[in-house]
């Protein structure tokens, strides 16, 4: 028997008929046909059970599906690694990352990467975390950089690269004068007998963030509302997001206070000031004194939690702070252990141990 025969067994046993194999396969029915009674012939048993519509495996079929999906996985894997020893330092690596920290991953890992071997190439995937791990499942991608949390499969090979707190962020006069919103000791975390740590400077408490119109990342939902449980605050989340960029462009047009993880902020540092922030909302005690639109037509009476609003300005600053106490996010490389590696990929992860600030990088 031949691998041709087995891949052609394989395909029609997928697709579920001799026609829509053929059709995959881009060759016509007959010659198909002939292949698979010539397969059973040599087998000595029938392996599929012909229907009028479908077909299905017998028992012999059945084990000998698996035999085949297994060897011609090996075969694939073995000219795959035939021609990446040809190749020696080059190739191409299928990544995936996560799109709140590829800014972070390009310049912390792939770019330095680079310089080391010019001639490994990427296919780039950007998505979110349980996205990238089901292309990975799925064999699309040779490599997914994610975030925790996520369910730790036992066919994962898991090597942490960054851990990293989570943040708020905001556009000035939020955080920098958090103690005016809220109370001159809630900014600095001091609340007695409630589980707040000590905040430097560029921190913030949880007690702090508790009265201010937060926009998170929905994945970190479930994690805030236990941190905040447990001293004993209740938060007012005013917007939730699918992503952590959402999440910071709401904060961008002075709706609240992204909180996100530190990774996700690095762009704001190239952003500087902020040049066409509008003024919303008037945060008078009333919130009746709202300002009118060009055309002369009133905004938008302001929202309940105006107050708590970072005003907005012609130009404006981030300001970030890290929650206190921590709430920590790891940035994990995760490969399928049963996945063959080419030497590129084997290159990339010990670079990335290399340049990891993790000490310890497999888990």
């Known amino acids: 028997m ?31 046909s002939a292949q698979i009674r010539q397969l059973e012939e040599e087998v000595g048993a029938p392996l599929l059970i012909r229907g009028s519509r479908h077909v299905r495996m017998t028992d012999t079929g059945d084990f000998f599906y698996r035999r085949a999906k297994n060897m011609l996985q090996l075969a694939d894997a073995t000219e795959k690694e035939l021609k990446d020893r040809r190749m020696g330092k080059s190739g191409t690596i299928r990544l995936g990352v996560i799109s709140s920290a ?15 071997y010019p001639d490994v190439h990427f296919e780039l995937t950007e998505a ?29 090979e898991i090597r942490t690269l960054d851990a990293e707190s989570l943040c708020a962020v905001s556009i000035q006069t939020g955080l920098s004068e958090c103690g005016h919103a809220v109370s001159d000791t809630s900014c600095r975390g001091h609340r ?19 009265p201010l119109p937060l926009i998170i990342y929905r994945r970190w939902k479930q994690l805030l ?67 009118l639109s060009a055309d002369g037509v009133s905004a938008p009476p302001a929202p309940d939690h105006a107050d708590h609003l970072p005003e907005s300005s012609a130009s404006a600053l981030w300001v970030r702070r890290t929650i206190r106490p921590a709430i920590s996010s790891t940035i994990c490389a995760v490969t399928r252990k049963d996945a063959y590696q080419s030497s590129a990929l084997e290159l990339f992860l010990n670079t990335a141990k290399a340049l990891s600030p993790a000490k310890d990088l497999a888990e």
């Open 2 to 32: 031949e691998l041709k025969q087995m891949l052609y067994y394989t395909v029609i046993v997928e697709e579920g008929t001799f026609q829509a194999a053929a059709r995959k396969l881009n060759m016509t029915q007959p010659p198909l």
């Open 102 to 116: 590829s800014e972070h991953l390009l310049h912390r890992y792939v770019r330095p990467f680079s310089a080391l």
């Open 128 to 156: 979110n975390t349980y996205e990238l791990l089901a292309r990975l499942d799925s064999d699309l991608l040779d490599l997914a950089l994610v975030r925790t949390p996520f369910t730790r499969e036992p066919s994962y």
């Open 192 to 210: 007695a007998g409630r589980g707040s740590s000590r905040t430097g400077p560029d921190d913030i408490s949880l007690e702090a963030l508790r």
């Open 225 to 291: 509302d236990t941190r905040f449980a447990e001293t004993g605050d209740v938060p007012h989340y005013y917007c939730i997001a699918d992503d952590a960029r959402t999440c910071i462009s709401w904060a961008k047009a002075g709706l609240g206070y992204a909180i996100v993880p530190l990774s996700a902020t690095y762009t704001l540092d190239s952003v500087g000031e902020l040049s066409t922030l509008p003024a919303f909302y008037h945060t008078s005690a009333d919130k009746t004194n709202v300002p």
